[in-house]
């Protein structure tokens, strides 16, 4: 049975960092590519980021590049997502998600969610 669980979440301050992390289990972890998402409230989940199965490639929306950083660590069934600068907007439950073989960026390319961890940024 295939988990993911992500954790980090919290209140911070506009400018602040938090990363989140996301322990994967019941999958051949190193397979897959791996994504974050966020879902604001009132709106649809969104694509942050994805990361290659070796972590060789990464890709991100626009609206965090250059601030959040996309990471795994494959000996440890774990992705990362590092989130510098911080704004407002960012606030959202972000949920990491098992990806296919190759990576993509849409989400119904993506099976086996988390359950969510909320990041709130204060202004």
């Known amino acids: 049975q295939v988990q993911l669980v992500e954790s980090g979440g919290g209140l911070v301050q506009a400018g602040g960092s938090l990363r989140l992390s996301c322990a994967a289990s019941?999958?051949?972890?190193?397979?897959?590519?791996m994504g974050w998402f966020r879902q604001a409230p009132g709106k649809e989940r969104e694509f942050v980021a994805t990361?290659?199965?070796?972590?060789?490639?990464?890709y991100y929306t626009d609206s965090v590049k250059g601030r959040f950083t996309i990471s795994r660590d494959n000996a440890k069934n774990t992705v990362y997502l590092q989130m510098n600068s911080l704004k407002p907007e960012d606030t959202a439950v972000y949920y990491c998600?098992?990806?296919?073989?190759?990576?993509?960026?849409?989400?119904?390319?993506?099976?086996?969610w988390g359950q969510g961890t909320q990041v709130t940024v204060s202004s």
């Open positions: 998600a098992r990806g296919r073989v190759a990576v993509r960026t849409d989400k119904d390319d993506f099976s086996y």
């Open positions: 019941g999958l051949t972890f190193s397979v897959y590519a």
């Open positions: 990361i290659s199965r070796t972590g060789s490639s990464t």
